[in-house]
């Protein structure tokens, strides 16, 4: 009886951790016409994760809506963004998340990805909730400057897992982020 609540209790917080990346939001920097816009529209496309684009050629945006239970790679998706000739100015995820606890400057597993929260409360997170990618090339030069003032851990610096990063494995892709 006592291995079956236990193995119980397991799943529930297994369950309570999970998150699933579902849609982002993409501001693509350096669209000047529909077809630089087009580009970018169809390199996001090709991703194998991603489900559906919609362009928002005013606000130079892609709302990207991602397959149920793909693997969402935000490097991927920058990359897709430079290879059309364009680089990313914003991107925000938007995941439904079910007690996820996160506090300023820890690292936590979302999906298959470590994501380092910077200059975000201690707090649950649950319901939908969105996040920013604070990484160099996801944020303008002048942004990046003020994220690298929010950590001590050289993780901020080069977006891999190092000494200071004890729960990460040396050389790990960390995202930095806040909500």
Not at 21 to 49: H, Q
Not at 77 to 99: D, K, P, Y
Not at 135 to 154: A, E, G, H, L
Request: hydrophobic share 40%; proline share 2%.
């Amino acid at each position: 009886m006592k291995t079956i609540i236990v193995s119980i209790f397991g799943l529930l917080l297994a369950w309570q951790s999970h998150a699933q990346f579902s849609k982002a939001t993409l501001k693509a920097n350096g669209l000047t016409c529909a077809m630089c816009s087009n580009a970018v529209n169809k390199a996001l496309e090709r991703l194998s994760f991603v489900e559906k684009v919609e362009a928002d050629i005013k606000n130079t945006a892609f709302n990207i809506r991602f397959k149920p239970d793909a693997d969402v790679q935000p490097d991927a998706i920058r990359e897709a963004v430079e290879g059309a000739g364009f680089s990313v100015g914003s991107l925000r995820l938007t995941a439904q998340f079910h007690q996820l606890k996160i506090s300023k400057d820890q690292h936590v597993k979302i999906g298959n990805a470590t994501y380092h929260f910077l200059n975000t409360p201690e707090q649950h997170l649950n319901g939908e909730q969105t996040i920013t990618l604070l990484d160099r090339n996801f944020v303008s030069d002048q942004v990046f400057k003020k994220v690298k003032t929010y950590s001590q851990m050289s993780c901020v610096i080069t977006g891999r897992a190092a000494a200071c990063c004890s729960d990460g494995e040396a050389g790990q892709r960390i995202y930095h982020s806040t909500i």
